[in-house]
T-cell receptor, first 111, second 115 residues
Framework: DTGVSQNPRHKITKRGQNVTFRCDPISEHNRLYWYRQTLGQGPEFLTYFQNEAQLEKSRLLSDRFSAERPKGSFSTLEIQRTEQGDSAMYLC?????????FGPGTRLTVL | AQTVTQSQPEMSVQEAETVTLSCTYDTSESDYYLFWYKQPPSRQMILVIRQEAYKQQNATENRFSVNFQKAAKSFSLKISDSQLGDAAMYFCAPSGGTSYGKLTFGQGTILTVHP
């Protein structure tokens, strides 16, 4: 059974650059979530997909952020014009029912 | 909206002893789930235990059990026979029925296990 995978695991970028992260959920999981976690804090919800439909977006998700889940399989999270405040761990989780399973995360560092 | 309070930033326990991590929450949902996740240093979030709010019986998973007090909105985690591998950050997280199942995490409790 393959778990949730995320790529890349680490990303270092300069302020103002665009970055894109990928999440591959557990196969046949129809729900996919993105969270952001800063050091020493609990994760915060960013957005949620049911199949290919993006059903909820947090106010944390400014217009520089966009997420997609084409064909209801993998998902991408893009951050445009990165800022130092975007430095965090970006976590992806998937579920079929009420229990979410997390990937290893992508750690973003914005210099 | 849901809020979660984990009042113990850090806890420690001796190997083989028992420790309880506390969590209180607030929710307007009538039907929800409650979870404890652990996050070892530099490793991914792992599900520890799950509780359905409509069930009065407390969930148990091997050495892990919860004390769920719905009226008090309290959801504590008890770890029995603590092992070195239990050292991690522990997060309490309710999941609302009408909010697409998104999790609201507390601030976490760092658990240290002493040999």
């Amino acid at each position: 059974d393959t778990g949730v995978s995320q790529n890349p695991r680490h990303k270092i970028t300069k302020r103002g650059q665009n970055v894109t992260f990928r999440c591959d959920p557990i196969s046949e999981h129809n729900r996919l979530y993105w969270y952001r976690q800063t050091l020493g804090q609990g994760p915060e919800f960013l957005t949620y997909f049911q199949n290919e439909a993006q059903l909820e977006k947090s106010r944390l998700l400014s217009d520089r952020f966009s997420a997609e889940r084409p064909k209801g399989s993998f998902s991408t999270l893009e951050i445009q014009r990165t800022e130092q405040g975007d430095s965090a761990m970006y976590l992806c989780a998937s579920s079929e029912g009420d229990t979410q399973y997390f990937g290893p995360g992508t750690r973003l560092t914005v210099l | 909206a849901q809020t979660v309070t984990q009042s113990q930033p850090e806890m420690s326990v001796q190997e083989a002893e028992t420790v309880t991590l506390s969590c209180t929450y607030d929710t307007s949902e009538s039907d929800y789930y409650l979870f404890w996740y652990k996050q070892p240093p530099s490793r991914q979030m792992i599900l520890v235990i799950r509780q359905e709010a409509y069930k009065q019986q407390n969930a148990t998973e091997n050495r892990f059990s919860v004390n769920f007090q719905k009226a008090a909105k309290s959801f504590s985690l008890k770890i029995s026979d603590s092992q070195l591998g239990d050292a991690a950050m522990y997060f309490c997280a309710p999941s609302g029925g009408t909010s697409y199942g998104k999790l609201t995490f507390g601030q976490g409790t760092i658990l240290t296990v002493h040999p």
